[in-house]
């Protein structure tokens, strides 16, 4: 892939820290055309990127589409409520679900905190973030495509590891079909629970929508133990392990 076109892509602003890797998974879809690549870049990222995120400023939890409408203290309760000792969270595409960390320990206590996001600015509003709190957390900037590298990132933090997948499903799947289920098969050998959520509700609350989601059910249901399974804030969150 010719780097000057990679380049030429991300002089958008919201799109200047995103990995090469995904700009160029984007190129190819786009078929090297800027304007239909960056389309696609926006779709999945810079949809989340407005103005008061790429600032960092005001409660970034509160403008961040993917974590507005999570009531923290309950969602995490729910969550946690029943499954044991945690030392290690692993938030991949986390968006700015960093800033969460002092609800998180609050109901799990001081654990190791990785959010893994691919725009770079949310990576580093939640490194400032628990800089300044002193708090037990890094974020990295990575591309979730890149299957070994996640896992080799899972493999050197504390045991047991739960790993969040909030709202990623849908969008890994736009990206290349049936890329979730190999995605959440690899990466569950090296974590004890894997926490999804799938969108019951437009971004906007403006749509409901079936969260049924048969296919995706269906495999995990085969390949997992479903350890809990319930509604909230317009999520389904599903709770897994391996069998």
Known sequence: MDM???DEIKRKRELSKLPDSIVERAAVMGKGDVKESRALLRKYFGVFLT???LKGKGDLLKVHMSSKKRDYEKFYGEIFDGLGDVKSVIDLGAGLNGFSYGYLKEVVGDVNYVAVEA????VDHMNKYFFENDFSGRAVCMDLFEVE?????LEVEKRPRFVFLFQVVDALENLER???KKFITEISEEC???VISLPTESLGRRKKFAAQRKWIMDF???HFMIEKD???NGERVVVISRK
């Open 4 to 6: 000057e076109l990679i």
């Open 51 to 53: 103005n008061k995120v």
């Open 119 to 122: 725009a770079g600015q949310e």
């Open 149 to 153: 590298e996640i896992k080799s990132l």
């Open 178 to 180: 049936n890329f979730s």
């Open 192 to 194: 004890e629970k894997i």
């Open 220 to 222: 995990l249901k085969e």
């Open 230 to 232: 319930f509604k909230m």
